[in-house]
């Protein structure tokens, strides 16, 4: 890494230059050469990852239950000679598929240096959480990819970061660090659900440099702090995860707190998916850890361009191998990056199936609402629409006070636009709307089947 940080030294007395221990040893190897192969030209990050992905695939064929015959397509492959081609004739593993198999998809040798396995569980906002099994060497890849993000990002480790976010059963809310293999500022984390004054107020006491939260939860802090008049002081950069952040989101706190937002892309089961670019602010796909394939409703991968299913293959995962899977989202592919990286780029995220509007004529979007945008038209501090019918959809708000019949009157315009089409609108004013138990917020969802 490029840095002039120092790693934690494992080694009494040995302060400069760190002897850190194995596992940090270990991550620091794996991340030098990550700083090497995201130069690499795509060719030839790509035949890399087909030589990983023989192993993985020998290794699922004669360990893991589920695959003894799933992976038939590849009999005859000859050392050396897997292709992008062959590997996309195995089928698409689907959430559901993960879920009925079960321990199936568990290896029943897995290689001792992998070990030792955590359990690792997706959010279930759709009900359906799932579990997947994490080892020793995924969670080396996932903190050398921790790195490169705090690396791109240009983060000064010294440095205190608050997180406000959804916080797991056992976690003790002590400070931690956030940096892998370095002694770094504390990390101080609240609970997502406290309420937005209570968290603006703790930020402002922490003073943080760097602030990790979801992307809703970063536009109500920004319109909160913009209603008090108020900034948290010492704040540097804001790290969004999660939720799809909004460009309206990142550009309301980039001009009203003056500090740059930073995007990533990650899923529970699986880990960093994409990091936004230093230079152009671009998601660069961690082609080191993952493969990832963009696919339109046929399995044809899309162009720069068109948006598409995101099925991943993760390359190391020899616990429970995750090939070809498909984990709900939908993403547009992007062009090769100015900077030079050859790791591939995904233009953007949309989110989730179900986050789509299904129009009259048959059709997909993902409405973009803005997520201060309907505060600018009335005192709307909360509002989310769903997709009850073929024409008809729920806007659920929170107001400070009843709107007037020009209000929403300009906000049914609004909505109605975003929308792609003059749906029914039917108003619902709330107290409250509850985040899901993952502390995800979705502005947009859809109870159509789709």
């Given amino acids: 890494m490029n840095r002039s940080e120092i790693p934690e030294s494992a080694i009494s007395g040995m302060i400069w230059p760190a002897l850190p221990d194995g596992p940090a040893a270990r991550m620091f190897a794996l991340a030098r050469q990550l700083d090497e192969s995201q130069w690499w030209a795509s060719a030839a990050l790509e035949k890399n990852q087909m030589r990983q992905l023989e192993q993985l695939a020998g290794h699922a064929v004669r360990t893991v239950p589920f695959y003894k015959n799933r992976l038939d397509c590849l009999l005859g492959i000859l050392p050396g000679d897997l ?99 370095y002694i770094s500022g504390p990390m101080m984390v609240l609970a997502i659900d406290k309420p937005v004054d209570e968290q603006f107020d703790w930020l402002v006491g922490h003073a943080p440099a760097y602030l990790l939260t979801y992307p809703t939860n970063l536009a109500a802090l920004v319109r909160h702090s913009l209603d008090r008049d108020e900034r948290i002081p010492g704040l540097r950069q804001v790290a969004t995860m999660s939720e799809v952040l909004d460009p309206s989101t990142k550009e309301d706190c980039e001009r009203h707190w003056g500090v740059p937002v930073v995007n990533s892309y990650s899923a529970k089961e699986i880990g960093s998916i994409a990091l936004q670019c230093p230079e152009h602010g671009r998601l660069h796909i961690q082609s080191e850890s993952l493969l990832v394939e963009i696919l339109d409703e046929t399995g044809r991968a899309c162009d720069p361009g068109e948006i598409g299913r995101v099925v991943i293959s993760d390359l190391h995962n020899f616990a ?128 159509l089947e789709l």
Wanted: charged share 25%; aromatic share 8%; with cysteine.
């Fill in 83 to 181: 292709t992008l081609d062959r590997w996309r004739d195995i089928p698409i593993l689907r959430r559901a598929d993960l879920q009925r198999a079960g321990s199936e998809l568990y290896s029943t040798a897995l290689p001792k240096s992998h070990a030792p396995v955590i359990d690792a569980t997706s959010s279930g906002s759709t009900g359906r959480p799932v579990t997947a099994k994490i080892t020793m060497v995924t969670r080396l890849f996932s903190d050398a990819v921790t790195l490169r993000y705090h690396d791109w990002a240009g983060r000064d480790f010294s440095a205190k970061t608050c997180a406000i976010e959804i916080i797991q059963s056992g976690t003790t809310g002590e400070p931690t660090g956030w940096a892998p293999g």
């Fill in 320 to 447: 429970m191998p995750l090939i070809r899977y498909e984990i709900g989202d939908y993403a547009e592919m992007g062009e090769p990056c100015p900077c030079g990286r050859g790791l591939p780029v995904l233009r953007r995220v949309l989110g989730r199936t179900r986050n789509r509007v299904r129009l009259p004529s048959g059709a997909y979007i993902w409405p973009r609402f803005g997520a201060n945008r309907a505060s600018r038209i009335a005192p709307v501090r909360q509002s989310q629409l769903v997709q009850v019918s073929e024409m008809e959809i729920l806007v659920n708000l929170v107001v400070e006070r009843p709107l007037t019949a020009d209000e929403e009157a300009a906000l049914t315009e609004m909505y109605q636009h975003s929308l792609g089409h003059p749906f029914g609108l039917r108003y619902v004013y709330l107290d409250e709307i509850p985040r899901a138990a993952s502390g995800k917020f979705e502005d947009f969802r859809s109870e």
